[in-house]
């Protein structure tokens, strides 16, 4: 497998030692499940994919042999389930029928594969061997086969060649910075006597840094840098890191220049994450998400409004004083990869005392559990299900909320947008003078990208009976100024949710939004 590491960066040796005094190595399972929501500072998610075959594909093959394996069952499921999540970061499809030892061992039984080291051999050879394939051919950022975008004009790539800093690689040395981006050690030599761009780049910028002029980034094929657009936005973005630059000051005065530069060809780097306070910037199509970071994050509603303070006025810090049981409070920052159903599954965990070893399945029946009690129903009616009610359950079933939909945009119902600190009665029954309160859906997607989904009851347009010209406008009025703030707005009637084709609706709507490479 060509792109391999030479490291193993998720297995570690375990604390206890077997009968020959040998340590056994063990899944580095706390590790591991970290990329279930997003990829590490450290490694790849190309390198981490073949790290993750690799350990499975040794295990399972060794799996009731006289080596046996390394991983116990747990340790397995752990693999198995993130393991498809980092593959589809990568655009590869992966979903094995079992999902630890004991179901692989039933599998196989089934299968008729009982007996035969061979025909289990052949059948994961099977399994993995075109999943490689893939990866083989694919490189993290430089996709050939997406479309590349040229909207940055000559113009603009000389302005940044020649006022960026000639440490573009910041604290980190050149093949330190580059690794963060490309793959290079299966990148060619551009010199006869290395093997790889990893020792080519060593040689010339590290160990002889006068060898090559300090521009050579710009012009050298390996890095693409002149070769469409993205590969230079993400070039530009991974400069301001916090794991390459330090300097607070530094960082904001290169961001400046950087969008002064791009604005013109509709491109920025945008904030959409953080790592010990410090910002990560990623880049984006002017427009198409919402400026700033996620601070407070209201959801589920079911009951009476949160009464709040603010904790500490000055970092914005919103405390729940009373009702807070009556919605969701997420309190964690957001990565750039938005609010999964991995990161929120995890997040979960952490706020309901449930057994040691409870899987991502009970987990998520939970928080599913929980979710649906805050969507609109008729109390009386329990078994009616309503048009929010089948939003949500269409969503679920297709990006469900477990491991192997761990890495799909969590569907949040009944957002708080707008937190007034009087309820309606304080208000005189009057409406907010901040607008709706409460979005039905929300998706926090890559980027910045917000999209808001609405279902439209009567209420949203008639008095009783009776169109109603005063709601319609102040619902179309709220939608402007959402839209103006960078979000995504879709409605659904409720009637059209009411027909027996809603759901096939449904399913190619959120085909669009969630895998618009599937459009």
């Keep these: 497998m060509n792109g391999a590491v030479n490291r193993q960066p998720f297995v570690r040796q375990h604390a206890s030692t077997g009968g020959f005094g040998f340590a056994r190595p063990s899944l580095d399972s706390e590790r591991v499940e ?40 747990n340790e397995m499921a752990i693999l198995l389930g993130v393991l498809p999540a980092v ?41 993995f061997e075109p999943v490689l394939g893939k990866l083989d051919t694919h490189h993290p950022h430089l996709v050939h086969d997406r479309p590349k975008s040229h909207r940055i004009t000559d113009v603009t790539r000389r302005r940044l060649r020649e006022r960026l800093p000639v440490n573009w690689w910041g604290t980190l040395d050149e093949v330190q910075f580059l690794r963060r981006l490309y793959d290079l050690d299966n990148l060619p030599s551009n010199d006869h006597r290395h093997a790889t761009a990893t020792q080519d780049i060593g040689h010339h910028c590290i160990a002889d840094p006068n060898d090559w002029e300090a521009d050579w980034i710009w012009t050298d094929p390996r890095l693409a840098l002149a070769d469409g657009d993205e590969y230079l936005l993400l070039f530009l973005a991974e400069m301001l890191h916090p794991a390459v630059r330090t300097d607070a000051t530094e960082v904001e005065q290169l961001r400046i220049f950087i969008n002064a530069a791009l604005i013109h060809d509709g491109y920025e780097l945008a904030e959409t994450d953080s790592i010990s306070g410090a910002p990560v910037f990623a880049p984006r199509p002017i427009g198409s998400g919402v400026p700033g970071t996620m601070k407070n994050l209201f959801f589920a509603s079911n009951g009476p409004k949160p ?33 999964t159903w991995g990161s929120l599954m995890n997040w979960w965990r952490a706020q309901v005392p449930f057994p040691e070893g409870a899987t991502d399945q009970t987990v998520g029946e939970s928080l599913y559990r929980r979710l649906w009690t805050s969507l609109h129903h008729d109390p009386k009616r329990p078994d009616v299900i309503t048009p929010e009610r089948l939003l949500f359950r269409t969503y679920c079933r297709h990006y ?28 005189g029954g009057k409406d907010s003078v901040l607008g709706r309160e409460r979005m039905d859906f929300l998706l926090l997607l890559p980027g910045g990208v917000r999209i808001v989904v609405e279902v439209d009851g009567r209420q949203h347009y008639a008095e009783g009976d009776v169109a109603s010209p005063r709601l319609y406008s102040k619902m179309v009025a709220e939608d402007r100024a959402l839209r103006l703030k960078g979000y995504q707005v879709y409605r659904f009637g409720g009637y059209e949710l009411g027909q027996a084709t809603a759901p096939a609706v449904l399913r190619k709507f959120f085909a669009a939004v969630v895998d618009p490479q599937d459009r």
């Design 400 to 427: 469900p909320i477990n491991e192997t939909g761990a890495a799909y945009p969590a569907l949040l119902p009944q957002v708080y947008l707008h937190l007034d600190p009087r309820t309606r009665a304080e208000r």
């Design 307 to 339: 009464d709040f303070v603010l904790g500490d006025a000055i970092n914005n810090d919103i405390l729940v004083v009373r009702n807070g049981d009556s919605c969701l409070q997420y309190d964690r920052p957001l990565s750039a990869s938005g609010l």
């Design 87 to 127: 593959l589809r970061r990568l655009g590869v499809a992966f979903s094995p029928p079992f999902r630890d030892f004991k179901s692989f061992k039933s599998y196989w039984k089934q299968q008729g594969m009982s007996g035969s080291y061979d025909a289990r051999r052949r059948y994961l050879a099977g399994l």
């Design 34 to 73: 970290r990329l279930r929501a997003g990829s590490l500072d450290d490694v790849t998610d190309l390198d981490a994919a073949y790290e993750l075959i690799r350990i499975a594909r040794a295990d399972l093959e060794a799996f009731g042999t006289s080596g046996g394996e390394r991983l116990d069952d």
